[in-house]
């Protein structure tokens, strides 16, 4: 393999691979049943503030991934670093599926307090795949 060639392959694989993840795990949401997702209400679930009512705080996506998706996190109660959301500062954000499901479970679970539908987790994943803010 010559280096132009190996160069373009360098180029091209980050976004094969997040296609990839992303892209399957959008076509199981649709297997599921879930309509057509929507950048709108993934955005809205993503700011959508939820009080608990065991008493806890009030939690939403943002409380512990930061308003600015290429910004690090911090977990509000381990306080914990993550990793910031935005492809444009992570190549290999929402490229491995099996990760994506275990922390949209997890996630899910501590901010909504239950398990998030095929749809909520395909309209949040549309939103956090496009970019805006």
């Known amino acids: 393999?010559?280096?132009k060639?190996?160069?373009l392959l360098v180029l091209i694989f980050p976004a094969m691979a997040w296609a990839g993840g992303a892209e399957e795990l959008l076509s199981q949401y649709r297997q599921q049943g879930a309509g057509a997702f929507s950048?709108?209400?993934?955005q809205a679930l993503w700011q959508r503030e939820v009080v608990h009512a065991k008493g806890r705080?009030?939690?939403?996506?943002?409380s512990c991934h930061s308003r600015d998706?290429?910004?690090?996190g911090k977990h509000l109660r381990t306080g914990k670093a993550i990793a910031p959301m935005?492809?444009?500062v992570r190549a290999?954000?929402?490229?491995?599926?099996?990760?994506?499901?275990?922390?949209?479970l997890r996630n899910c679970k501590w901010t909504?307090?239950?398990?998030?539908t095929a749809q909520e987790k395909g309209d949040l994943l549309t939103y956090l795949l496009s970019g805006v803010k």
């Open 112 to 116: 909504y307090g239950r398990r998030c």
């Open 1 to 3: 393999m010559n280096t």
């Open 86 to 88: 935005s492809r444009a």
């Open 57 to 62: 705080s009030p939690r939403r996506c943002q």
């Open 92 to 104: 290999d954000a929402f490229s491995d599926v099996r990760h994506m499901k275990k922390w949209f």
């Open 39 to 42: 950048l709108e209400r993934g």
């Open 69 to 72: 998706r290429n910004q690090a």
């Open 5 to 7: 060639s190996l160069f």
